[in-house]
């Protein structure tokens, strides 16, 4: 019997001492972000604490920029070289030192009354003192900022990767702006050829006039999507800038000439349903609110009759006569609560907390398979642009040049068939890059991080700057 009493006590007189011991950690919990963004995004992110570190952080930066800049290595120099993110980082410096203020004992208390009557001293009340409840629920205190730090770094965790899927998405934005501006000034270029052409064979009056305006408007109008086009990669690639915290020469990185291909085959379903719904950063933060706040809750319940209890050693004297020793015991006790207001609020804020996880589950299936629907559906219509409709676009443009050489068509049909491929060129270049844009937000959804199929939406639903095709 007495061996089991002192195994009760054992318990929470060891998870005194420790918390009555807290330090700070040597990576200052930096170490489970990093895991949790490498498992995510694949790429290193770094917290720079030091000359050193600072100074390593940049020297990798320089090492990516002087080639090409793929969206891997776009969204480590991000990771490692972002001040918004760098100062995120520091949350969890904050945090930690509330974890180990909560682990420390609190303060001595001292007190001293001196009262005089004239010139004489008549009373002297002195006591030292430490708050007992406050030692007792030390190791309530100090699980509960520890459950609040793990919840610091699940969202410090979460900045990272939407910075990296930002990044992620601002490179193919930035990329697929830059092709769409280097196509829109061949385009221009041609229309500018053949509007001249038609000006001067107007001229010679071997051009029907109506004809010679058409040329003339789709000249005009490659010129407004040129200027388009140049506006909206100007902004996509200073976007992507931002993300990477670059300034200065570093700003004048390169970047592919195009977007990459989409692979022979998509993701199947089982490959997204391969990824545990655990992975999921927003249902780990509930569960971690969840588990916060039942500490929170027996915290109060332990709480809930006292309010504050401290006890210590008083000394007191009268007119100059020795001091006399005893005990000085402090206790508030709430009469006319109890603590039920606390206790009760602090039930639904737990119950509250068990339903957030519930609808996050629930968000997590219908975001994953909203954004599945989404990929698969840029997948086929990128292939199909890059399989079907440009290789037969430029086969139809080869047999006109080819008909237009032997004198089988005249100059007009062949003006014409040129108009109507600037269409699919263009509309091949933005269905690439939407493919790449869902793929990114597919991504992004398996870890619960925001974007995801309804920024796709958002997109498809915003007209593109591309010159008018068909006829004029």
Known sequence: MAANRTKRLSAPLAMLALAGCATFSTDGGFGSVEQTAQRAVGAQPRWQRTDAERAEA??????????????????????????????????????????????????????????????????????????????????????LESSRFARVQADVARATIQVAYDTRRAWVEAVSAQEAVRYMAQVQASAEASAELARRMAAAGNFPRLTQMREQVFYAEATAAYARASLA??????????????????????????????????KSPADVAAIAPDERLDIRAARRDADSLARSLGLVQATRFVNAFEVGRARTAENGEPFAYGWDFRIEIPLFDFGTARVAQAEALYMQAVSRITQAAVDAQSELREAYAAYRSTYDAAKHYRDEIVPLRKRISDENQLRYNGMLISVFELLADARAQVSAVSAAIEATREYWLAETDLQAALFGVGGGARSAARRRATPTAAASGGPH
């Open 58 to 143: 940049t020297k990798l930066v320089r090492a990516k920029l002087m080639q090409p800049l793929s969206a891997e290595d776009a969204v480590q120099v991000a990771l490692v070289h972002n001040p918004g993110l760098q100062a995120t980082y520091n949350e969890l410096g904050i945090a930690e030192a509330d974890v180990v203020a909560a682990g420390r004992f609190p303060a001595i208390r001292i007190a001293s009354l001196r009262t005089k009557r004239g010139n004489d001293v008549a009373d002297i009340e002195q006591s030292i003192g430490i708050g007992v409840l406050e030692i007792l629920t030390l190791p309530l205190r100090y699980q």
């Open 233 to 266: 990669a100007n902004a996509a690639r200073e976007r992507l800038t931002r993300l990477m915290g670059l300034e200065g020469a570093d700003a004048g990185y390169r970047l592919p000439e195009r977007l990459p291909d989409p692979p022979a085959a998509p």
